[in-house]
């Protein structure tokens, strides 16, 4: 079952939530806890574990062999993101505008534009008693990070059972990387904060989720400050509120020292555990 963990805001509390909600079904079984949010991983802040495996990430870029263009054109009226266009005699490729579509190559008719590897990132992947943590990091520069979630979601495919839980910490907004990590989940969980900036982003949130036809759920985040408007509109909406995770002067302390938070405060593992509870039912 896969769990993905998103927000409308960055801010909100996702990387809290992933990782000590991870923590917390590691006392009792296997779980895989995937970092998404690739131009800015922080989960292993908190996660630290024995790094097993390391793999360099490449996409896919076109590069032009002038020797056997024809200059038909073919190229640029194929390419939808315009990282090929022609220019008198030259064709010229935009690498940070590629998405790797294989279009211009597979349809030019001279085989003029090959597809070469371009490094965009790297994958690490550690253990930590039961925690199987997988971390992707883009390279600075880089401008797309959907690639290479892609490709750390397929490699969890290909390296863990079905029968595992994963969590997906997701990158912040509900742009292309949040849609690419939580495009496959089974359930969102999306957090929140009572405020009128966590009310705005939720609504966006939420109609992402939908238009995505997803199951989700609510998680609200340092409870106690704002107003309750979060909570009336989830109710309006029948949107399930899975936990409120109180304010506390604490949570910031051991957060802003790395440590986990539900271990010292019984009232945020209360929380998490209803979340678990939640996740355990669905999955049944």
């Not at 397929?154 to 863990?160: L, S």
């Not at 985040?221 to 109180?246: H, T």
Request: glycine content about 6%; some cysteine.
């Amino acid at each position: 079952m896969k769990i993905a963990i998103a927000s409308g805001k960055g801010g909100t509390g996702k990387t809290t939530l992933s990782t000590n909600l991870t923590a917390l079904f590691a006392e009792t079984e296997k779980i895989v806890l995937a970092d998404l949010d690739v131009e800015e991983p922080n989960s292993g802040l908190f996660i630290k574990g024995e790094l097993i495996e390391e793999e360099v990430k490449y996409k896919m870029i076109p590069e032009w062999n002038e020797s056997t263009c024809t200059l038909c054109g073919e190229c640029q009226k194929n390419c939808n993101f315009h990282a090929v266009i022609q220019l008198g005699t030259q064709i010229l490729v935009f690498p940070e505008l590629c998405h790797s579509c294989f279009a211009c190559s597979e349809l030019c008719p001279t085989g003029s534009l090959p597809m070469i590897k371009q490094r965009m990132g790297q994958l690490k992947y550690f253990e930590k008693d039961n925690i199987s943590f997988i971390e992707s990091r883009l390279d600075i520069g880089q401008e797309q990070a959907v690639p290479l979630i892609g490709q750390t979601i397929e490699y969890i495919e290909n390296n863990f059972p079905e029968d595992i839980i994963r969590i997906f910490d997701s990158p912040p907004g509900t742009s292309c990387p949040v849609i690419e990590a939580t495009k496959d989940a089974d359930f969102v969980i999306l957090v929140t904060e009572p405020t009128p900036f966590g009310l705005h982003d939720l609504k966006l949130a939420v109609e992402t989720m939908k238009e995505l036809k997803k199951d989700f759920g609510v998680v609200i985040n340092r409870y106690g400050v704002g107003n309750n408007d979060v909570i009336n509109y989830c109710e309006e909406d029948n949107i399930p509120i899975l936990a409120k995770i109180p304010n506390s002067r604490k949570v910031a302390e051991l957060y802003s020292k790395g440590q986990l938070i539900y271990q010292e405060l019984p009232e945020v593992k209360q929380e998490l555990q209803d979340i678990k509870n939640y996740i355990l039912n669905l999955k049944n």
